[in-house]
């Protein structure tokens, strides 16, 4: 084992890179009808025939049951909240997505605060990630009621579902 | 004192270039198929081990979202990589364990997704041959093929001969890629040219596709099974790295080889085996192969396919199903080489059955120059 | 059931967040030498190398293919696993299963990370990246690049785990206090262990609650490390291990169940949670089998130590009650009456675990290790006060949908 434990401060160095980029998928359709039905302000749920069960948004497979979830249910446009995180202030240079700066591409504002939020809609049994706005952060709590807030023009795309505040303005 | 497994149901998938489907739908179908041949339910299931790759699926953690598909939903779980036939046997031993009673295994690869030429890339030594850059596995296998063509005075109307061997029997297995019925020596050595002496026809394609075991313990097996196929032998080993082997011969091969024989007691493969299913993603590596089986000496293995010994109504019928060079979805080739000759067994080769087949051989490969290889021998039949 | 199995030598690297000093290929010799020389055997002995890696953050595809050279592995049956998080769990089944399978008499299990080799953070990063690619199937029906930014850039420092955190809170009634508390004892005790990357003597809650909130509840000082280290175990059959080794540490059970309902990302932008994510229906039923296997009724009067993969605080809690070490809900009492000190009733993570030392690959193989240590005798400063007849070992990955479970003893079954 001793030539393993020379002392040796720092080997070489050298470059190389894994091209995440070039890969590609196929989708499923779901994501499709579900885009599509918001545009209308339907929020639709894939439903298990075998157990019952409504995903929100849609998914492929049952995994229980082993089956295609191949029934829909609509959802109501109202939840609770199940989960949240409470960002610290928006700093500009902190954090570098795919090496943008999210405050240099206008997505947030400095010092905003955000709150990612897990929200069952009455009717899911799953949950969706979305934002939640319109609402004192401090003030935010687990089994916070909430309805859905639509984006200003509905183009059949998922940013339709802006993200949801609260049910009552407190 | 080691217990029996068996194979009690299997199903695969049609292997092709571009399969219009989301990965889980794929497996999920698969899946389903596979436990139906079965006849069992996913409830009975006990573990399922799963057989891909973060390089080639693109994501790490390949197989995150992919346990409800295949069925694995509160059940033990586990994932091999590389070949398939390395989740067979870890399953294997899962069960000689005693600790479950039913496994399913699962291999399978997008090659659509990324190039899995690329992903070859990927596993050269990063500090040395990457950086130089000269090397790929076609390039490597070139480098073998001339190697062995050089030194046992094999030509490329031989490898030539292979690939028209596989790509015609391929014809009649609905499940194949890549289908020649009536394919030629000189369209194969006309066909694009990679790198000297190996053309497109000469190199497994390509393919997108899922292959599905399901293994049984003894007990389990002789009760919900009508024909199971006997796992009797199975043996693995590794090689050195590129740089340091010996390319002549497939020294790991030869290694697991040895090893599934003496579990199997098979003394004499060329008189104790009907037929063998084995992974030649280069048309030389077949006849290198023959030679690690044990089927002739080193460098005889072109006398072998000159004979006929091994087409599809020889004495030792070798890739019927059209082997890895009429389909190569990665991981799950192994595991399809399992499924062909488990389906010999049991006599539903529709189109391509070799007659009375009692005991088979499958084999199955991963890395450049097939540096990892697995050996099962399976056995049953009437 | 089982043949009866034990593990008999265990080798680790020192982990820090830059090994500079050494390749990735000398960084797990290292701890493959290490190992055999603790077991007394050399490398001609081993019958099969079971491996991994979390291999998307070294940039290299199959990684055993090159460094197989430095683990031993040519001319021997070499098999890779790699599972995520849970890798090292894998492994450390893997390499048991070969000899309780009655294969092979003797092998070894062999995981590791570098992730100075990457440009990344490293081990938090790894779930931005599974729901990365998840998102970007998304990203082609229009979705916003403020919620994509927010819903990965915020979370991503820890990724799921914060939200489960949350969950966790809001059960149990446990407090950002509490985290505080875990983090403190686990630097506490990775200062006892040389191996160990975070070493903090002395560590007290307070120190802790004096770094930065990355998002509530979790500090910096809360967040595990991204460690260079490889660690190796050696496992043998029943005779070898009685001829070679004093105090083998033996296979009781084990078990690795998954539950996709409780996951917070899930394939193609769907639906996800529909169980709590401290639910962890896979810890239950993979604690249940692998108790089962090994006969034991009372968890939480015949398990005396256990080593839990808690990257976050809150986890350390959650999973040790999933695991039926606690009653549910009750972890952050016993925490604070002490007993999952060094001293305690239920010593925990004493070498401070993966919220001290995290090289992914490796580190729910080290939760292994750890367990065979306090059983052997072996684990030098960190051992625990009271003798460990019974340990449990446990991982979990993928996101958070894999679980690892493995329950190791003095005696043989």
Same mark, same amino acid.
């Given at each position: 084992?001793?030539?393993?434990?020379?002392?040796?401060?720092?080997?070489?160095?050298?470059?190389?890179?894994?091209? @995440?980029?070039?890969?590609? #998928? &196929?989708?499923?359709? +779901?994501?499709?009808?579900? =885009?599509? !039905? /918001? $545009?209308?302000?339907?929020?639709?749920?894939?439903?298990?025939?075998?157990?019952?069960?409504?995903?929100?948004?849609?998914?492929?497979?049952?995994?229980?049951?082993?089956?295609?979830?191949?029934?829909?249910?609509?959802?109501?446009?109202?939840?609770?909240?199940?989960?949240?995180?409470?960002?610290?202030? @928006?700093?500009?240079?902190? #954090? &570098?997505?795919?090496? +943008?700066?999210?405050?240099? =591409?206008? !997505? /947030? $504002?400095?010092?905003?605060?955000?709150?990612?939020?897990?929200?069952?809609?009455?009717?899911?049994?799953?949950?969706?990630?979305?934002?939640?706005?319109?609402?004192?952060?401090?003030?935010?709590?687990?089994?916070?009621?909430?309805?859905?807030?639509?984006?200003?023009?509905?183009?059949?795309?998922?940013?339709?579902?802006?993200?949801?505040?609260?049910?009552?303005?407190? | 004192?080691?217990?029996?497994?068996?194979?009690?149901?299997?199903?695969?998938?049609?292997?092709?270039?571009?399969?219009?489907?989301?990965?889980?739908?794929?497996?999920?179908?698969?899946?389903?198929?596979?436990?139906?041949?079965?006849?069992?339910?996913?409830?009975?299931?006990?573990?399922?081990?799963?057989?891909?790759?973060?390089?080639?699926?693109?994501?790490?953690?390949?197989?995150?979202?992919?346990?409800?598909?295949?069925?694995?939903?509160?059940?033990?779980?586990?994932?091999?990589?590389?070949?398939?036939?390395?989740?067979?046997?870890?399953?294997?031993?899962?069960?000689?364990?005693?600790?479950?009673?039913?496994?399913?295994?699962?291999?399978?690869?997008?090659?659509?997704?990324?190039?899995?030429?690329?992903?070859?890339?990927?596993?050269?030594?990063?500090?040395?041959?990457?950086?130089?850059?000269?090397?790929?596995?076609?390039?490597?296998?070139?480098?073998?093929?001339?190697?062995?063509?050089?030194?046992?005075?094999?030509?490329?109307?031989?490898?030539?001969?292979?690939?028209?061997?596989?790509?015609?029997?391929?014809?009649?297995?609905?499940?194949?890629?890549?289908?020649?019925?009536?394919?030629?020596?000189?369209?194969?050595?006309?066909?694009?040219?990679?790198?000297?002496?190996?053309?497109?026809?000469?190199?497994?394609?390509?393919?997108?596709?899922?292959?599905?075991?399901?293994?049984?313990?003894?007990?389990?097996?002789?009760?919900?099974?009508?024909?199971?196929?006997?796992?009797?032998?199975?043996?693995?080993?590794?090689?050195?790295?590129?740089?340091?082997?010996?390319?002549?011969?497939?020294?790991?091969?030869?290694?697991?080889?040895?090893?599934?024989?003496?579990?199997?007691?098979?003394?004499?493969?060329?008189?104790?085996?009907?037929?063998?299913?084995?992974?030649?993603?280069?048309?030389?590596?077949?006849?290198?192969?023959?030679?690690?089986?044990?089927?002739?000496?080193?460098?005889?293995?072109?006398?072998?396919?000159?004979?006929?010994?091994?087409?599809?109504?020889?004495?030792?019928?070798?890739?019927?199903?059209?082997?890895?060079?009429?389909?190569?979805?990665?991981?799950?080739?192994?595991?399809?080489?399992?499924?062909?000759?488990?389906?010999?067994?049991?006599?539903?080769?529709?189109?391509?059955?070799?007659?009375?087949?009692?005991?088979?051989?499958?084999?199955?490969?991963?890395?450049?120059?097939?540096?990892?290889?697995?050996?099962?021998?399976?056995?049953?039949?009437? | 059931?089982?043949?009866?199995?034990?593990?008999?030598?265990?080798?680790?690297?020192?982990?820090?967040?830059?090994?500079?000093?050494?390749?990735?290929?000398?960084?797990?010799?290292?701890?493959?030498?290490?190992?055999?020389?603790?077991?007394?055997?050399?490398?001609?002995?081993?019958?099969?190398?079971?491996?991994?890696?979390?291999?998307?953050?070294?940039?290299?595809?199959?990684?055993?293919?090159?460094?197989?050279?430095?683990?031993?592995?040519?001319?021997?049956?070499?098999?890779?696993?790699?599972?995520?998080?849970?890798?090292?769990?894998?492994?450390?089944?893997?390499?048991?299963?070969?000899?309780?399978?009655?294969?092979?008499?003797?092998?070894?299990?062999?995981?590791?990370?570098?992730?100075?080799?990457?440009?990344?953070?490293?081990?938090?990063?790894?779930?931005?990246?599974?729901?990365?690619?998840?998102?970007?199937?998304?990203?082609?029906?229009?979705?916003?690049?403020?919620?994509?930014?927010?819903?990965?850039?915020?979370?991503?420092?820890?990724?799921?785990?914060?939200?489960?955190?949350?969950?966790?809170?809001?059960?149990?009634?446990?407090?950002?206090?509490?985290?505080?508390?875990?983090?403190?004892?686990?630097?506490?005790?990775?200062?006892?262990?040389?191996?160990?990357?975070?070493?903090?003597?002395?560590?007290?809650?307070?120190?802790?609650?004096?770094?930065?909130?990355?998002?509530?509840?979790?500090?910096?000082?809360?967040?595990?490390?991204?460690?260079?280290?490889?660690?190796?175990?050696?496992?043998?059959?029943?005779?070898?291990?009685?001829?070679?080794?004093?105090?083998?540490?033996?296979?009781?059970?084990?078990?690795?169940?998954?539950?996709?309902?409780?996951?917070?990302?899930?394939?193609?932008?769907?639906?996800?949670?529909?169980?709590?994510?401290?639910?962890?229906?896979?810890?239950?039923?993979?604690?249940?089998?692998?108790?089962?296997?090994?006969?034991?009724?009372?968890?939480?009067?015949?398990?005396?130590?256990?080593?839990?993969?808690?990257?976050?605080?809150?986890?350390?809690?959650?999973?040790?009650?999933?695991?039926?070490?606690?009653?549910?809900?009750?972890?952050?009492?016993?925490?604070?009456?002490?007993?999952?000190?060094?001293?305690?009733?239920?010593?925990?993570?004493?070498?401070?675990?993966?919220?001290?030392?995290?090289?992914?690959?490796?580190?729910?193989?080290?939760?292994?290790?750890?367990?065979?240590?306090?059983?052997?005798?072996?684990?030098?400063?960190?051992?625990?006060?009271?003798?460990?007849?019974?340990?449990?070992?446990?991982?979990?990955?993928?996101?958070?949908?894999?679980?690892?479970?493995?329950?190791?003893?003095?005696?043989?079954?």
């Amino acid at each position: 084992m001793g030539y393993l434990k020379d002392e040796r401060p720092q080997t070489m160095m050298v470059e190389g890179d894994w091209q @995440v980029g070039a890969y590609r #998928y &196929k989708a499923p359709r +779901l994501l499709e009808e579900y =885009t599509q !039905a /918001l $545009k209308r302000k339907k929020i639709i749920g894939s439903l298990c025939l075998g157990c019952g069960k409504v995903i929100v948004p849609p998914r492929n497979i049952c995994g229980r049951c082993h089956q295609r979830m191949t029934g829909r249910q609509e959802v109501s446009p109202i939840g609770t909240i199940t989960s949240f995180v409470i960002s610290p202030p @928006v700093v500009k240079g902190k #954090y &570098k997505l795919f090496g +943008l700066d999210p405050v240099d =591409t206008g !997505a /947030l $504002k400095e010092g905003e605060v955000m709150v990612p939020v897990f929200v069952r809609l009455d009717g899911s049994d799953s949950n969706i990630a979305c934002l939640l706005f319109n609402a004192d952060p401090q003030k935010v709590f687990i089994g916070m009621r909430v309805k859905a807030v639509w984006a200003s023009e509905l183009k059949g795309a998922m940013s339709d579902l802006d993200g949801v505040e609260p049910l009552e303005n407190r | 004192m080691t217990k029996k497994v068996a194979i009690i149901g299997y199903a695969q998938s049609n292997h092709q270039a571009e399969v219009q489907k989301t990965r889980e739908d794929l497996v999920f179908d698969v899946a389903r198929e596979a436990l139906k041949n079965a006849g069992i339910l996913r409830e009975d299931l006990g573990t399922v081990i799963t057989s891909s790759t973060d390089f080639l699926d693109g994501r790490t953690i390949s197989n995150v979202f992919l346990s409800m598909a295949v069925g694995a939903y509160l059940k033990d779980e586990s994932k091999v990589e590389e070949d398939g036939t390395n989740a067979l046997y870890y399953a294997m031993m899962k069960l000689m364990a005693g600790a479950y009673e039913i496994a399913l295994v699962e291999a399978h690869t997008i090659g659509w997704t990324f190039n899995p030429h690329q992903v070859w890339l990927y596993t050269l030594d990063p500090l040395v041959d990457r950086q130089i850059g000269v090397l790929d596995d076609i390039a490597a296998a070139a480098l073998q093929a001339r190697a062995y063509m050089d030194k046992y005075g094999v030509s490329e109307k031989d490898l030539a001969q292979v690939a028209v061997k596989s790509l015609s029997d391929a014809a009649k297995n609905p499940c194949a890629h890549r289908k020649m019925p009536k394919v030629n020596v000189g369209q194969v050595l006309s066909s694009r040219k990679y790198y000297d002496p190996l053309t497109e026809l000469m190199i497994s394609p390509v393919s997108d596709g899922c292959a599905i075991v399901i293994l049984a313990s003894e007990e389990k097996a002789k009760q919900v099974c009508e024909q199971p196929v006997w796992i009797e032998g199975i043996g693995t080993c590794q090689d050195d790295y590129l740089r340091d082997r010996n390319l002549l011969s497939l020294n790991s091969l030869k290694k697991a080889a040895k090893a599934a024989y003496r579990m199997a007691k098979v003394k004499n493969p060329l008189k104790e085996i009907n037929v063998a299913e084995v992974s030649a993603r280069f048309a030389h590596e077949e006849l290198m192969i023959y030679e690690a089986l044990g089927l002739c000496r080193d460098g005889e293995g072109k006398d072998l396919l000159a004979k006929g010994v091994t087409k599809k109504s020889g004495k030792l019928p070798v890739n019927p199903s059209g082997g890895a060079l009429a389909a190569d979805p990665i991981c799950a080739t192994g595991l399809i080489r399992v499924i062909e000759a488990a389906k010999q067994i049991r006599g539903e080769a529709n189109g391509y059955q070799v007659p009375k087949v009692k005991r088979a051989l499958a084999h199955g490969q991963f890395g450049i120059c097939a540096q990892k290889n697995t050996v099962i021998i399976l056995g049953g039949g009437k | 059931m089982l043949r009866n199995t034990a593990i008999i030598g265990c080798g680790q690297t020192k982990h820090t967040s830059k090994r500079r000093d050494v390749s990735v290929a000398e960084l797990v010799a290292e701890a493959t030498y290490a190992a055999l020389e603790d077991a007394g055997i050399t490398m001609k002995d081993v019958g099969c190398v079971v491996s991994g890696n979390m291999q998307g953050f070294g940039g290299v595809a199959q990684p055993d293919l090159w460094i197989g050279d430095w683990m031993g592995c040519p001319g021997k049956p070499a098999i890779r696993i790699a599972t995520g998080g849970t890798t090292g769990g894998s492994v450390a089944h893997g390499a048991l299963y070969a000899v309780a399978s009655g294969m092979f008499d003797l092998a070894i299990g062999v995981a590791w990370e570098k992730h100075s080799d990457s440009k990344e953070a490293g081990a938090t990063t790894g779930l931005m990246h599974v729901g990365m690619a998840n998102l970007f199937h998304a990203l082609p029906y229009g979705l916003s690049l403020k919620n994509l930014i927010a819903t990965t850039a915020v979370g991503a420092a820890a990724g799921v785990a914060v939200y489960q955190a949350r969950f966790y809170m809001h059960r149990s009634g446990a407090t950002i206090e509490h985290l505080d508390m875990v983090a403190a004892k686990d630097r506490r005790n990775a200062a006892k262990n040389i191996y160990a990357h975070l070493q903090w003597p002395n560590c007290q809650p307070e120190d802790i609650a004096k770094t930065e909130m990355i998002a509530y509840p979790f500090r910096y000082g809360h967040v595990c490390p991204a460690s260079d280290g490889a660690s190796c175990i050696v496992v043998a059959s029943e005779k070898l291990a009685k001829k070679l080794c004093k105090q083998p540490a033996w296979l009781l059970g084990l078990a690795s169940y998954s539950d996709e309902e409780n996951q917070l990302q899930s394939e193609n932008y769907g639906g996800v949670g529909v169980l709590d994510p401290c639910e962890q229906m896979g810890a239950r039923i993979s604690a249940k089998k692998a108790y089962s296997m090994a006969g034991i009724t009372d968890p939480q009067k015949e398990i005396d130590l256990a080593e839990i993969y808690q990257p976050f605080p809150s986890q350390e809690m959650f999973f040790a009650e999933r695991l039926g070490l606690f009653d549910d809900g009750t972890a952050w009492r016993y925490l604070e009456k002490g007993e999952t000190d060094i001293n305690g009733s239920l010593p925990t993570d004493l070498s401070g675990g993966v919220n001290a030392t995290n090289a992914i690959g490796s580190s729910a193989l080290q939760r292994v290790l750890e367990c065979a240590l306090q059983i052997q005798g072996k684990a030098g400063e960190h051992q625990a006060s009271r003798k460990v007849r019974k340990a449990i070992a446990h991982g979990w990955g993928g996101v958070t949908n894999y679980i690892t479970v493995t329950v190791l003893g003095d005696t043989p079954r």
